[in-house]
C-alpha cells in the first residue's frame, strides 16, 4: 500500500498479518532471516553534506524486541544472515567503485573477513549454504552480464552456476537440489528453477504477470512468491512439482531490435587523456550574471540583475525599484 512505510510483516496460513518491524530508507525493499535475527541495509546521509551518504546494517532481535545498527560507515547493500544469525555476508562497495563480500559478526558488526574479488563482481543477496562454508549469490561483471554462482567464504573462490549472459537476476533462494530465482529470460519476469549441476532455468510460473521474491515451503511441497499487478503484489502459491516446469533457452540474453547496419562502438572512439588536479580558488571569475528578474505590478516596478561565483559559493543580487 502506499499509504504505509515498508515494514516486516509475519503472515500465517490462515492470513492473518502481523507487523513485526518498520524499515527505514532503503535501496531497496529487502531483508534476511536467521535464528532469531532479521538484517537489512538502511541509508544514512550526513546532516549537513547532503551527497555524502553511507548503507549501514540494521539487525532487529525477535526475542527481544529491539533493533541496533552494527555498521557506521561504508556502504553495504543485501546483508544476509547465516542460519544461526550468527554471521552475515554482505556487498561492501568502497569510494574507489571496489566490490568485495565481507563476513560481519552480526551483534558487534566486526568484520571477519573480507573476501578477494580480483575480477570485482558486483555481489547481491548472498545466502548462506547449510554448512556455512559458501555463499550463493548473484554476480554481474563490468560489462553489465550476471551470473549465479557460490562463493567460498574462507578463500573467495568462485563457482560459476550458469554462464554469462544480459538476463537480470532477482535473490537466489536454495531448497534441497533447486535454486529458485527470478528472472527476465522470458518476455516478462517469472520464477525459475535451476539445478546446480546442470545450470539449465525451469520456468515455474505461468500466466502474463510477474512474480517475484520466490521462497519455499517444504510442508505443502509449494513455492511462496509475490504476483505482481495493478493493485500492488500478493502472495500466491504454486506447484513444486518439477514435472510440470518447462526448460528455457538462455541465449546471450540480448533482447532483438531493428538496425541499420551502420551501429559502431562510440566507447571505443573516446580519447583517453589524464589531467593533472591542481587547487582552484573560489575567488576565481568571483561575477557571473546568470538571470533576471522583472516585476510589473503597478504601483511597483522592478528590475533584478543575479550573479554568482563558478563554484556557486558567492552569490549576489542588484536592481532597482520604482
Not at 551501429?263 to 533576471?292: C, G, M
Request: net charge neutral; glycine share 6%; proline share 5%.
Amino acid at each position: 500500500r502506499l499509504d504505509k512505510i515498508n515494514a516486516i510483516y509475519k503472515v500465517n496460513p490462515a492470513g492473518k498479518v502481523d507487523h513485526i518491524v518498520g524499515l527505514g530508507s532503503q535501496h531497496e525493499a529487502h531483508f534476511s532471516m536467521g535464528g532469531d535475527r532479521l538484517a537489512w541495509s538502511e541509508i544514512r546521509v550526513h546532516p549537513r553534506w547532503v551527497r555524502e551518504d553511507h548503507s549501514v546494517i540494521i539487525v532487529y532481535d525477535l526475542n527481544k524486541n529491539s533493533k541496533s545498527q552494527i555498521t557506521t560507515k561504508g556502504k553495504y547493500f543485501t546483508p544476509g544472515l547465516d542460519a544461526s544469525g550468527q554471521k552475515i555476508a554482505a556487498l561492501h562497495t568502497d569510494s574507489l567503485g571496489n566490490h568485495n563480500l565481507h563476513i560481519l559478526d552480526a551483534k558487534s558488526g566486526k568484520v571477519l573477513n573480507v573476501l578477494p574479488n580480483p575480477s570485482n563482481y558486483y555481489y547481491a543477496y548472498p545466502t548462506w549454504s547449510a554448512d556455512n562454508k559458501k555463499v550463493l549469490t548473484t554476480a554481474r561483471d563490468d560489462s553489465g552480464r550476471m551470473s549465479l554462482m557460490y562463493v567460498d567464504v574462507e578463500s573467495g573462490k568462485v563457482n560459476v552456476i550458469m554462464h554469462w549472459s544480459y538476463h537480470i537476476f532477482g535473490r537466489p533462494l536454495q531448497y534441497d537440489n533447486w535454486i529458485y530465482v527470478t528472472s527476465n529470460i522470458d518476455d516478462t519476469d517469472h520464477v525459475y528453477a535451476i539445478n546446480p549441476e546442470e545450470g539449465i532455468p525451469y520456468r515455474v510460473t505461468k500466466g502474463p504477470k510477474s512474480y517475484y521474491s520466490p521462497t519455499y515451503d517444504p510442508v505443502n511441497d509449494e513455492i511462496i512468491c509475490g504476483e505482481y499487478s495493478v493493485q500492488g503484489n500478493r502472495l500466491k502459491r504454486i506447484s513444486a512439482d518439477a514435472r510440470n516446469w518447462k526448460t528455457r533457452n538462455m541465449g546471450h540474453g540480448e533482447k532483438e531490435f531493428a538496425t541499420s547496419g551502420k551501429e559502431r562502438d562510440i566507447l571505443s572512439e573516446v580519447p583517453q587523456k589524464s589531467y593533472t588536479p591542481k587547487k582552484y580558488s573560489k575567488w576565481a571569475h568571483p561575477i557571473n550574471f546568470h538571470s533576471a528578474n522583472v516585476t510589473l505590478d503597478d504601483p511597483v516596478y522592478e528590475i533584478e540583475v543575479l550573479a554568482e561565483n563558478v563554484l556557486s559559493s558567492i552569490g549576489f543580487s542588484t536592481g532597482y525599484r520604482y
